[in-house]
Structures are given as C-alpha cells and as structure tokens.
C-alpha cells in the first residue's frame, strides 16, 4: 500500500513538472507587442505614432488618422512626409510634451489631408516620420476605406473656406 501511495506522488509530481515544463520554452502572448487595430505602430524618439491608417475613397484624396504621443520633456513638431504625385509632400503636427494629439480618428476630427497619394483601398502607402534632430522612421501605412461603417465618416472631408459666393444678388434683411 505504502508503494503504491509513493507511486501515485511520483507520478502526479512528474506531471506537474513535465505539463508545467511547456511555459519554460514557450513564449508568452502578452509580452509581444502587437497593433490591435486596422493601423500601425511606431516609435521615432520620444514620439509614438499609434494606430497609423490612411483613408481614401479614390485614390487620390486621403486622410490620414493617427494618435502621436509625446514622452519628451519638450515640444515636438512631427513632420510626416509621403510622395505626392511623384514629389515628397510633408505635413507638420505640433505635439506638446507629455501631450497626446489625435488627427482624424473620430468624426468631426480635424484632419491630416493627403494629395495625390495614388493609391487604393488595400495597399500600403509610405510614409516618413521625424521630428528634430531625431533619426525619423519608415512606416508602411494600410490603405482602407469607407466601407465599414465605422471607417465612413473618417474620410477626407473639403476643407471650409471663406470664400463664399452668393448664388443670387439679393441683399439679406436684418
């Protein structure tokens, strides 16, 4: 009886060590850095670009929505460079230290408006980030569009200008 109770110990002991064994040689989910959404991901200095996505409904006309954090002590004006119609094409945010701006991710949102992109839903489009005198980063942007209904008001929407022209000559009352 006194064996058969070592036994038991023995074995049910082996099981544990060998069942436990496998988290030794495999590697753990949560410390891999992944981009949970659509977008994607990087970090140029104190700076971190979040959720990278480009928007266009032609291919021509795009906006660009992303979440930039500043870790940095001081203020960074991020310059985001892509190619316009052949020719570089750079738009600049202004992000405060220890501040997060977002641009375009929400309705209503103000925008980073692209030209002359020249590319469609599913590809990729380059982008260069930098800010400074830090060393800036390629990032490869997905391409998507408004066919997701959370995705159709995220858009390029016209810029409002003053310019306004009446249509008729007729002068408003008070």
Do not use: W
């Not at 670009?49 to 992303?66: H, K, P, Q, Y």
């Not at 839903?121 to 990032?139: E, H, P, W």
């Amino acid at each position: 009886m006194r064996a058969r109770t070592t036994a038991a110990v023995v074995i049910a002991g082996a099981v544990m060590v060998l069942t436990a064994g496998c988290n030794f040689i495999s590697p753990q989910a949560t410390t891999e850095h992944y981009d949970a959404s659509d977008g994607v991901s990087i970090n140029v200095g104190d700076v971190e670009v979040r959720n990278a996505i480009v928007f266009t409904d032609n291919g021509d006309e795009a906006s660009l929505s992303v979440t930039l954090l500043n870790e940095g002590s001081s203020d960074a004006n991020v310059k985001i460079q892509y190619e316009s119609l052949g020719s570089p094409k750079t738009v600049s945010v202004d992000v405060p230290a220890g501040e997060t701006v977002s641009r375009g991710t929400q309705g209503g949102d103000e925008q980073i408006l692209m030209n002359g992109i020249g590319e469609q839903a599913g590809s990729l489009l380059k982008v260069y980030i930098q800010y400074g005198s830090s060393t800036g980063k390629d990032l490869k942007v997905p391409v998507l569009d408004g066919s997701f209904a959370e995705y159709a008001t995220l858009l390029p929407s016209p810029v409002a200008t003053n310019d306004v022209v009446p249509t008729d000559s007729a002068t408003p009352t008070p």
